[in-house]
């Protein structure tokens, strides 16, 4: 019932900023939580952010506490992730997601975006 789609990757200088927005199209996006992942080349989707439904509950992985900010507009169906003082580490593709809650892992989620690029420069 849910379809998203990344947008806003690039690329950033370390300690620059980048916006990421999921658009959601379909019903009852407000009922769903929405969670960001990162892969990387050989490597497990991992965990970025989540927020939940109403936009009040928020969760983070520690590497980027204080520098993410996730967020979402149940008017526009668009959920955001707000990264600043971007190091080479933050690499990736970045997937949206959205699901029956803001789970931090990626087995929950039921709707997946198809990832925008997002690369730092050492």
């Known amino acids: 019932q849910v379809q998203l789609i990344e947008s806003g990757g690039g690329v950033a200088q370390a300690g620059g900023s980048l916006t990421l927005s999921c658009a959601a199209s379909?019903?009852?996006?407000?009922?769903?939580?929405v969670g960001w992942f990162r892969q990387v080349p050989g490597e497990e989707r991992g965990f970025v952010a989540a927020i939940g439904g109403s936009g009040r509950q928020t969760s983070y992985t520690d590497s980027v506490k204080g520098r993410f900010t996730i967020s979402r507009d149940n008017g526009k169906k668009t959920a955001f992730l707000q990264m600043n003082g971007l190091k080479p580490e933050d690499t990736g593709v970045y997937y949206c997601?959205?699901?029956?809650?803001?789970?931090?892992?990626?087995?929950?989620?039921?709707?997946w975006g198809p990832g925008t690029q997002v690369t730092v420069p050492a």
């Open positions: 379909g019903r009852s996006f407000s009922s769903y939580g």
């Open positions: 997601a959205a699901g029956p809650g803001p789970f931090t892992s990626s087995a929950p989620y039921t709707y």
